[in-house]
T-cell receptor, first 111, second 113 residues
C-alpha cells in the first residue's frame, strides 16, 4: 500500500508570495493533519481535518489555511510568506489518534 | 515550561549497546504516547505507540510509560548503525477533540560501528 504522499518535494518562494502544498493520505484514512518542522525542533501542529471538517488548529496566524477534499486529500495554503515560514511541512494521515503516519514532507525555502 | 521535554543530545553509542531515550511531560491530559524515528531530511516514521502505563515490546524496541511520573522511555537493544537518526517522542490526549500531536525536540542518536 502506498504511504502518505506530498507534493512538491521542494519549493523556493520569495517573501510575500503564496504557496500551496498538497497531501494524499493512506487509502482508507479520513484524517489529515499538517505540521511545520523547523531545523532542530520537533514538528508543530498546524491543522487537523477529519471528514472534510476542521477538527483542530494550532497556534499559527491566519495566513495559514487548509482544506480537505471529498477524496480525503488535503491542501495547505500559506499567504504573504515570511522568511520564518521556511521549514519542512509534514502531512500525517490516520484512522485514529494513535497511529499517525507521516509523509516525506515538503521543504519550503522563503528568500 | 514546555509541555514535552526531550534531551536533544547528541547521543553517541557503540554498535551493540543498549540505548535509552526519554521524555518528560507536564500535561496530565496526554493519554497516548508515540515514538517516531526521523532520518535526515525525511518525514518521521512511526516506531511504536502505546496507551497504558507499562512496557510494550516490538523486536529490539521497548516503549515504557509511567503516567504517575509523566515520564516515557524508548529502549533500543543491540543498536545498529542503521539506528542512527533523530528520535522524537509525541503525545496526544483522549476525548472528542483533535488528534493534535505534541512533540519533543528530538534526540539525535549516532551508533558507531
Amino acid at each position: 500500500d502506498a504511504g502518505v504522499t506530498q507534493s512538491p518535494t521542494h519549493l523556493i518562494k520569495t517573501r510575500g508570495q503564496h504557496v500551496t502544498l498538497r497531501c494524499s493520505p493512506i487509502s482508507g484514512h479520513k484524517s489529515v493533519s499538517w505540521y511545520q518542522q523547523v531545523l532542530g525542533q520537533g514538528p508543530q501542529f498546524i491543522f487537523q481535518y477529519y471528514e472534510k471538517e476542521e477538527r483542530g488548529r494550532g497556534n499559527f496566524p491566519d495566513r495559514f489555511s487548509a482544506r480537505q477534499f471529498p477524496n480525503y486529500s488535503s491542501e495547505l495554503n500559506v499567504n504573504a510568506l515570511l522568511l520564518g515560514d521556511s521549514a519542512l511541512y509534514l502531512c500525517a494521515s490516520s484512522l485514529d489518534r494513535m497511529a499517525q503516519y507521516f509523509g516525506p514532507g515538503t521543504r519550503l525555502l522563503v528568500l | 515550561q514546555k509541555e514535552v521535554e526531550q534531551d536533544p543530545g547528541p547521543l553517541s553509542v557503540p554498535e551493540g549497546a543498549i540505548v535509552s531515550l526519554n521524555c518528560t511531560y507536564s500535561n496530565s491530559a496526554f493519554q497516548y504516547f508515540m515514538w517516531y524515528r526521523q532520518y535526515s531530511r525525511k518525514g518521521p516514521e512511526l516506531l511504536m505507540y502505546t496507551y497504558s502505563s507499562g512496557n510494550k515490546e516490538d523486536g529490539r524496541f521497548t516503549a515504557q510509560v509511567d503516567k504517575s511520573s509523566k515520564y516515557i522511555s524508548l529502549f533500543i537493544r543491540d543498536s545498529q548503525p542503521s539506528d542512527s537518526a533523530t528520535y522524537l517522542c509525541a503525545m496526544t490526549g483522549s476525548g472528542a477533540g483533535s488528534y493534535q500531536l505534541t512533540f519533543g525536540k528530538g534526540t539525535k542518536l549516532s551508533v558507531i560501528p
